[in-house]
């Protein structure tokens, strides 16, 4: 199985902060990278697929990158309603695997 | 619009077989590259990918899990069903369903989840 390594496991930050996280895979996955985000008690919601393109209905702050092991999203100014976990997903090969995730407190 | 709704026992015992039901509305799992997942979320801890069935019926199981997982569908009652044998405490966890692209393999629209909780 492929593993996916999220690192900060938490970052605080302020609004209007830019924050990046980043996620990286034991094998190379290509572009087969989603990002979502989970607020407390919620269903995920999806954000980035194929590692740098913006689901429908997300604001243009959240941006995506990376291919092959090494991917980032980031947050160019955070606002209130962005203080949730992130989670990386794989979908380049089965079984699908997620990240350990990433808790963005406000500071 | 798309909607999923996932339903089965709140409460099992150790050993039981839990037997999940993804009832969707707003598409089809006969339409191409359309698949439902399940994946699930023990209290306070990370996602988990559980398995995906496909418009195809092609089939697909988490490693760790899938002498115990059977995945599903109903096209004509538009359901996905999910069973899971020998439960264990370890299995308590909130368990999604959503529907996936498979183009993209992102899961775009989810159930809002059902806690499932084994215990005796």
């Known amino acids: 199985d492929i593993q996916m390594t999220q690192s900060p496991s938490s970052v605080s930050a302020s609004v209007g902060d830019r924050v990046t996280i980043t996620c990286r895979a034991s094998?190379?996955?290509?572009?087969?990278l989603a990002w979502y985000q989970q607020k407390p008690g919620k269903a995920p919601k999806p954000l980035i697929y194929r590692a740098s393109f913006l689901h429908s209905g997300v604001p243009s702050r959240f941006s995506g990158s990376g291919s092959g092991t090494d991917f980032t999203l980031t947050i160019s100014s955070l606002q209130p309603e962005d203080f949730a976990t992130y989670y990386c997903q794989q979908g380049n090969s089965f079984p699908y695997t997620f990240g350990q995730g990433t808790k963005l407190e406000i500071k | 619009q798309v909607t999923l709704r996932e339903s089965g026992p709140a409460l099992v015992k150790p050993t039981q077989t839990l037997t999940l039901t993804c009832t969707f509305s707003?598409?089809?799992?006969?339409?191409?590259?359309?698949?439902v997942s399940w994946i699930r979320q023990p209290p306070g801890k990370a996602l988990e990918w559980l398995a995906r069935i496909d418009w195809d019926d092609d089939k697909y199981y988490s490693t760790s899990l899938k002498t115990r997982l059977t995945i599903s569908k109903d096209t004509s009652k538009n359901q996905v069903v999910l069973t899971m044998t020998n439960m264990d405490p370890a299995d308590t966890a909130t368990y999604y369903c959503?529907?996936?692209?498979?183009?993209?393999?992102?899961?775009?629209?989810w159930g809002q989840g059902t806690l499932v909780t084994v215990s005796s």
């Open positions: 959503a529907r996936t692209l498979a183009g993209t393999t992102l899961c775009d629209y």
């Open positions: 094998q190379g996955i290509s572009s087969w």
């Open positions: 707003g598409f089809s799992l006969t339409t191409s590259d359309l698949c």
